[in-house]
């Protein structure tokens, strides 16, 4: 766990049993089906994917994610850290996210992409945002970040050329180990942020599928 000022706890929640073979298949299947969304990329998936029918690698191994977490120094969420198991990496969940980081390429954001704390700060003050604001789920104000997290986040996605991100972090962390989880995109006033990346991920599973149901 990175040195901070404070770490905040979530409101208790209760996740749901991890089954990310199921949810990775369907989605794999969906972006690979030309009527469906793979018209929505500007190149087809490479040959390989297609073949596979699958968007992801083959898993890490137990030791992987156990190396990560001693060169972060912090144990990773239990949903982040079973993905890893099924899929070291994976390539485009929705069109602005084009690659999940395989855990040699997961680190700080303030290591890997300084530019972007800088971006959302200006070098400013922390924003401060009570409570009874920042710990709303769902319906929430994507504006209603605070800035003063940002140093500590863990980055693990990248798209080349866009601000869009998939971040983790370690400040707000729920009884059960997850940490909050930020879609931090060009388009929004700051960040989608969430419970846990479970729950990022299968919300951005019904944003591409368009809740088609």
């Known amino acids: 766990m990175p040195d901070t000022e404070r770490d905040d706890p979530a409101p208790e929640f209760h996740p749901a049993p991890h089954s990310w073979r199921e949810l990775l ?11 469906l969304h793979e018209q929505e990329r500007s190149e087809p998936f490479p040959d390989e994917v297609r073949a596979a029918r699958w968007l ?25 850290r079973e993905f890893l198991r099924t899929s070291d990496g994976w390539l485009d ?21 300084p530019e972007l704390i800088e971006g ?10 009570p409570d009874e604001e920042y710990f709303v789920y769902g319906e929430q104000e994507p504006w209603a970040i605070r800035t003063e997290y940002l140093n500590d986040l863990l980055k693990i996605s990248h798209t080349p050329g866009a601000l869009d991100v998939y971040l983790l972090n370690p400040r707000v962390v729920t009884p059960d180990g997850e940490w909050e989880a930020w879609y931090l995109a060009h388009w929004l006033p700051g960040a989608v942020r969430h419970r846990s990346f479970r729950d990022l991920m299968h919300d951005e599973y019904r944003r591409f599928r368009g809740d088609r149901g």
């Open 25 to 35: 298949q369907r989605w794999s299947d969906e972006w690979l089906d030309p009527v």
């Open 56 to 80: 992801g690698s083959a898993g890490a191994t137990p030791q992987e994610p156990a190396e990560l977490e001693a060169r972060l120094g912090a144990v990773l969420p239990p949903s982040y």
């Open 93 to 113: 969940t929705t069109g602005e996210i084009r690659r999940l980081l395989p855990v040699r390429e997961i680190g700080w954001v303030r290591d890997l992409d």
């Open 120 to 129: 959302w700060t200006g070098g400013g003050e922390p924003d401060d945002v």
